[in-house]
């Protein structure tokens, strides 16, 4: 069982929608990112957060550190957020190192 | 403006060679991270530096190399022993104590033929 699970694998809506990607950890982290990886490879990072909510823009990203479990939420969806969203996490282990997701592989449709 | 810069952005080489892809940042930051990703799997730690003139190995190091002789550089070499090595490999930098914050390169894709 790899220690970052994401859900959906894959999402297709329509321009609009109210998108939730969903991220679950087994390990202690110290934070965790949401990224934003377009075709072309170059990856961005969206948030950063330890706990709470963060929002940026249509973006909205919380954590429950508790249940072990985020989410990233669209609204207002549109085809140019079409891409590929990656949750990891930092673990609490001493080295820092980052521990990828799959990718949730999201599709706009106008 | 600040960030991490890594070249080529795609690359061919003939199986057998060994191949040395660039990572750069001016972001002052300790760690550095060597990444792959491969389609449908996350991605995997190759190797990470936290500090200059050491680095360790991460998840799937056999096969490949790195140096550290600079807080600022961090090339990854992809030797003729890395079975499969087309893929597409990403670089990143963090600085602990602030965060965790992390930064990552625009990646280089490599492919093998």
């Known amino acids: 069982k790899n220690e970052v699970e994401q859900s959906p694998q894959n999402l297709t809506a329509q321009e609009g929608e109210f998108i939730t990607i969903n991220c679950s950890y087994s390990?202690?982290?110290?934070?965790l990112h949401w990224l934003q990886q377009h075709p072309g490879g170059g990856i961005v990072s969206l948030f950063m957060?330890?706990?709470g909510k963060k929002k940026h823009g249509r973006l909205i990203a919380t954590i429950n550190i508790q249940e072990k479990h985020s989410s990233l939420h669209i609204t207002a969806s549109h085809p140019r957020d079409s891409a590929v969203y990656i949750c990891a996490v930092i673990s609490n282990f001493g080295n820092e190192k980052l521990t990828f997701g799959t990718g949730t592989r999201l599709t706009i449709i106008p | 403006d600040g960030g991490i810069t890594q070249s080529p952005k795609y690359l061919f080489r003939k199986e057998g060679q060994n191949v040395t892809l660039s990572c750069e940042q001016n972001l002052n930051h300790d760690a550095m991270y060597w990444y792959r990703q491969d389609p449908g799997q996350g991605l995997r730690l190759i190797y990470y530096?936290?500090?200059?003139?050491?680095?360790q190995k991460g998840d799937i190091a056999e096969g490949y190399s790195v140096s550290r002789e600079k807080k600022e550089s961090f090339p990854l070499t992809v030797t003729s022993a890395q079975k499969n090595p087309t893929a597409f490999y990403l670089c990143?930098?963090?600085?602990?104590?602030?965060?965790?914050?992390?930064?990552f390169g625009q990646g280089t894709r490599l492919t093998v033929v």
């Open positions: 957060l330890s706990s």
């Open positions: 390990v202690g982290i110290s934070a």
């Open positions: 530096s936290q500090i200059v003139n050491d680095f």
């Open positions: 990143a930098s963090s600085t602990p104590g602030q965060g965790l914050k992390a930064f």
